[in-house]
């Protein structure tokens, strides 16, 4: 007799593991961009959604994206905030969660987003505010190949995977949220900059897509216990060199 796998004890270890993860950057030094990234695959993983990104608001209340599951993800975020429309944008500014089951019936309106986002695949979407007791610094955007709404218990579980990372982001304390938001979360905005940057180096040296590229900067982070803006900026400073192996490296 052939023994099933637990699939249900296993997502339910994969849940706490991803709460405690993000439990232990409130009290741990941690790396936003690494944390929002973790946060987009995660949701992936959890729930009936084929993709993730997330958008976070900088010191000038500018939506910029921070994170995505994949490349082309990130490309359809940018998409967003270059037409300023979307399910992202519109649960960022309303700070409510935005559900729409066919994109195909939204054209109207997002006259723009809506066949974009059609054209990439993506059938149906579901977008959630990052906030903190009303303040609002984002949001998660889950889109499926499919259409169809996602799942009621998918959609309360995102929204607290949402809230944590809202909370871990702005570190919970009323009396810092201006410093820390215009602080951390700046410079986190900023080096998402320099992370771009060195994806694009080390995708064109080692011909590999975008989306390959910034795993293997992330893996040499990790491995290594490195800041990921620290090892993207060796890279562009041509100090590093990151191999088909990305926990081995070359230093100039």
């Given at each position: 007799?052939?023994?099933?796998?637990?699939t249900t004890?296993?997502?339910q270890?994969?849940i706490?593991?991803?709460?405690?993860?993000?439990?232990?950057?409130?009290v741990?030094?941690?790396?936003?961009?690494d944390?929002?990234?973790?946060?987009?695959?995660?949701?992936?993983?959890?729930?009936d959604?084929?993709?993730?990104?997330?958008?976070?608001?900088?010191?000038?209340?500018?939506?910029?994206?921070?994170?995505?599951?994949?490349e082309?993800?990130?490309?359809?975020?940018?998409f967003?905030?270059?037409?300023?429309?979307?399910?992202?944008?519109?649960?960022?500014?309303?700070?409510?969660?935005?559900?729409?089951?066919?994109?195909?019936?939204?054209?109207?309106?997002w006259?723009?987003?809506?066949?974009?986002?059609?054209?990439?695949?993506?059938?149906?979407?579901?977008?959630?505010?990052?906030?903190?007791?009303?303040?609002?610094?984002?949001?998660?955007?889950?889109?499926?190949?499919t259409?169809?709404?996602?799942?009621?218990?998918?959609?309360?579980?995102?929204?607290?995977?949402?809230?944590?990372?809202?909370?871990?982001?702005?570190?919970?304390?009323?009396?810092?949220?201006?410093?820390i938001?215009?602080?951390?979360?700046?410079?986190?905005?900023?080096s998402?900059?320099?992370?771009?940057?060195?994806?694009?180096?080390?995708?064109?040296?080692?011909h590999?897509?975008?989306?390959?590229?910034?795993?293997?900067?992330?893996?040499?982070?990790?491995?290594?216990?490195?800041?990921?803006?620290?090892?993207?900026?060796?890279?562009?400073?041509?100090?590093?060199?990151?191999?088909?192996?990305?926990?081995?490296?070359?230093?100039?």
């Amino acid at each position: 007799m052939t023994t099933q796998p637990d699939t249900t004890r296993s997502r339910q270890e994969l849940i706490y593991q991803t709460f405690l993860q993000l439990a232990d950057t409130l009290v741990d030094d941690f790396d936003i961009i690494d944390l929002l990234t973790m946060l987009t695959d995660r949701c992936v993983e959890l729930v009936d959604a084929d993709a993730a990104g997330i958008l976070l608001v900088d010191a000038d209340g500018n939506p910029r994206v921070i994170a995505a599951s994949s490349e082309e993800t990130r490309l359809l975020e940018l998409f967003q905030l270059q037409r300023d429309e979307g399910p992202c944008m519109e649960a960022y500014t309303t700070g409510q969660p935005v559900i729409h089951s066919d994109l195909r019936l939204t054209l109207e309106r997002w006259p723009n987003f809506a066949p974009y986002a059609v054209g990439a695949g993506f059938e149906s979407a579901c977008a959630l505010p990052l906030r903190l007791r009303g303040n609002v610094i984002g949001a998660l955007n889950l889109f499926r190949f499919t259409r169809g709404p996602l799942p009621d218990a998918d959609v309360t579980l995102a929204q607290a995977l949402a809230d944590v990372a809202s909370i871990a982001v702005l570190q919970a304390q009323a009396t810092r949220e201006s410093l820390i938001r215009d602080g951390q979360l700046q410079h986190a905005l900023n080096s998402r900059v320099t992370i771009e940057q060195a994806k694009g180096m080390v995708s064109e040296r080692s011909h590999i897509d975008m989306t390959a590229a910034f795993d293997r900067i992330r893996t040499y982070a990790r491995n290594n216990n490195r800041q990921l803006t620290n090892v993207a900026q060796q890279i562009i400073d041509n100090e590093l060199t990151l191999d088909a192996d990305s926990s081995v490296a070359r230093r100039r």
